[in-house]
Nanobody, 130 residues
């Protein structure tokens, strides 16, 4: 099982980036993918997720600016990030829930909880300058 993130970089505030999470080693159709981000000294926080049923979830801080999508044929999940702000600066990680069942609050596997995911990528740095 391997997850590889790409697409990070330096962008000015108001700009856009698209992150990719390429998955290998497991059946793409059955799992969920979450995107998390982390800055030094802070907890890793959930940004967006998509489960095996195609439901998507977004943190309040990115709703309306970030969009998650999947290309099952390419085993890749994308995070389109628009109108980026300096506070979006972080290392972004993708993670896989091999049960594919992450859902909203109250569910057994909540989409923005790290414990809901089995495997993690190495991360990609996103830096937004003001």
């Amino acid at each position: 099982v391997q997850l590889v993130e790409s697409g990070g970089g330096l962008v000015q505030a108001g700009g856009s980036l698209r992150l990719s999470c390429a998955a290998s080693g497991f059946t793409f159709d059955d799992y969920a993918i979450g995107w998390f981000r982390q800055t030094p000294g802070k907890e890793r926080e959930g940004v967006s997720a998509i489960n095996s049923g195609g439901q998507t979830f977004h943190a309040d801080s990115v709703r309306g600016r970030f969009y998650i999508s999947s290309d099952r044929a390419k085993n890749t999940v994308y995070l389109q990030m628009n109108n980026l702000k300096p506070e979006d600066t972080a290392v972004y990680y993708c993670a896989a829930d091999l049960l594919g069942v992450v859902s909203g609050s109250g569910a057994m596997y909540v989409w923005d909880e790290k414990m809901s995911y089995d495997h993690w990528g190495q991360g990609t740095q996103v830096t937004v300058s003001s």
